[in-house]
């Protein structure tokens, strides 16, 4: 079983910052692709920005510029770096790994931005 908690969610103005945090538990192999889609209410989810167990980086191009997707190897924990906030950007983010095949989600973080 493979566990995923995401953290670091809340409110902020628009132009602010937030760190999302997500710490993987369980029965990992290795290293796995991370990363984090989002869904606002009423729209379909969108992937985010991925990182694969290389270290290389995968930008929605809505956000390309303002998020960086990091990780902690040891920790199993990648993080979300969310500058220059937009309203648009509300939403509940979700956590992603993918192991053997299979995606294991979060439950989420909400995200609200203030205009």
């Known amino acids: 079983q493979v566990q995923l908690v995401e953290s670091g969610g809340g409110l902020v103005q628009a132009g602010g910052s937030l760190r999302l945090s997500c710490a993987a538990s369980?029965?990992?192999?290795?290293?796995?692709?991370m990363g984090w889609y989002r869904q606002a209410s009423g729209k379909q989810r969108e992937l985010v920005a991925a990182i694969t167990s290389g270290g290389s980086t995968n930008y929605a191009d809505s956000v390309n510029g303002r998020f960086t997707i990091s990780r902690d190897n040891a920790k199993n924990t990648v993080y979300l770096q969310m500058n220059s906030l937009k309203p648009e950007d509300t939403s509940v983010y979700y956590c992603?790994?993918?192991?053997?095949?299979?995606?294991?989600w979060g439950r989420g973080t909400q995200v609200t931005v203030s205009s």
């Open positions: 369980g029965s990992i192999f290795s290293i796995k692709p």
């Open positions: 992603y790994l993918v192991d053997r095949g299979v995606t294991h």
